[in-house]
Each structure stands twice: as C-alpha cells, then as structure tokens.
C-alpha cells in the first residue's frame, strides 16, 4: 500500500520484522551511539511478497495446525416451549504452526445456510464464491479465519 509515495503497511507480521520491540540492549545503544530510533534499515522479504501476512522461510519441528469453531446461539421460544427464532454466530479461529508457505482447503457439510459471512485476508473469494470452499495460505500463530452468522425464524407451530 502506498500513502503519498511512502510505502505504508498495516500487516502484523511485517511491522514485527520492521520495528524491534524495546529492551534495554537497544536503549543502552541509542544512548551510546545518540540513535533513537527501532526500524530497521531494510524492508523484510515479506513486503514484495504475495503473500504478506506469512514470512517465506518458516520452519517448525512439528507441522500442526488447530482448527476450532465457536458458535454463540441466541434462541426464542414461546410460552408453550417451541422455538421461534434462533441466531447462530459463529468464528473460524485457526492455530497454524506450518512450515513454509501451505495452501489449505476448508469445507462445510452445509455451506448454504451460513450468511452475512466475514474472512480474514489469507482468504481467496473466488472459490467461496463459486465452491463454497475456503481456499488459503495461513499466516503463522493465531488467527480469525472467518465469522459468519445463521438465522432461522420458524412459522408458528400451532
């Protein structure tokens, strides 16, 4: 992204490559050699990349990844025990622990009942779009892949 020619990015990973968090080696040196200032000189590999949110060359002992789905149910029923309405909300949260840059694939049973659905930018629309599938190379440690919500409103019963 550029802002007035300046490049700019926003991508966690990135900035963590960029900027060094404080500790008192570097404040010993700022003070030694009078520079204040933790950015580094040079850009990390992942600016020019595809693929911004994940560093090219990860490695981990054991390739693992952890997928959890949280759902928060809200629920009506009427005074004689029948459901009215009920509202899913729903997160893909993701733990990936991968070495190098994997191309995953996740599917639902039922994709067809889930809407108004938010995805985390590792995500590619075009197979949602057509497949219903979730297309994606994961950026390193925790994320929120995707959040989605399912409502169902139900005639009355009597």
């Not at 966690?12 to 204040?36: E, H």
């Not at 509202?87 to 733990?95: K, L, R």
């Not at 950026?139 to 995707?146: I, N, R, S, T």
Request: charged share 20%.
């Amino acid at each position: 992204m550029m802002d007035s020619g300046f490049p700019l990015t926003t991508e966690p990973n990135i900035l963590k490559d960029m900027i060094a968090p404080p500790n008192i080696v570097s404040r010993m040196l700022s003070v030694v050699t009078g520079g204040s200032s933790s950015v580094s000189n040079t850009l990390p590999g992942a600016t020019a990349s595809n693929v911004p949110w994940r560093a090219s060359d990860l490695k981990h002992s054991n390739n693992e990844v952890y997928v959890d789905l949280v759902e928060e149910i809200d629920a009506i029923i009427n005074r004689d025990g029948f459901l009215v309405k009920c509202e899913v909300y729903g997160e893909v949260q993701v733990n990936s622990r991968l070495s190098g840059i994997p191309d995953l694939t996740l599917s639902f049973a039922n994709p067809s009942i889930i809407n108004d659905v938010r995805f985390h930018p590792c995500v590619r629309f075009r197979p949602w779009e057509t497949r219903q599938v979730l297309s994606f190379v994961p950026p390193d440690g925790e994320f929120k892949l995707m959040s989605y919500r399912f409502v169902e409103v139900f005639k009355d019963l009597e």
